[in-house]
């Protein structure tokens, strides 16, 4: 597809941009059925996969300055935090 302002399919529109920048290498295809029978590798089943999208994710982190804190710290109330004997 040469002209990016216009898409005629999904794939198309995610593919020229339209969807925003796309977090996962993994190709939809592989989180299909069909994918997952032929044997296609996600970040779920396969090394490889797992380190090219924890590879993505710190890319995007370092480009949009996201991730880098710290989550807040989980705040204990009376009833979670009291145990029983």
Do not use: C, N
């Amino acid at each position: 597809m040469t002209d990016t302002l216009e898409a005629f399919t999904a794939e198309e529109a995610a593919d020229a941009g339209f969807f925003g920048i796309k977090a996962d290498p993994t190709p939809d295809h592989a989180y299909t059925l069909a994918g997952v029978a032929a044997g296609e590798p996600t970040p779920e089943t396969d090394a490889g996969a797992k380190q090219a999208a924890e590879a993505r994710k710190a890319e995007l982190a370092d480009r949009f300055g996201g991730g880098s804190e710290a989550a807040p710290a989980a705040k204990s109330t009376k009833a979670s935090s009291s145990s029983s004997s």
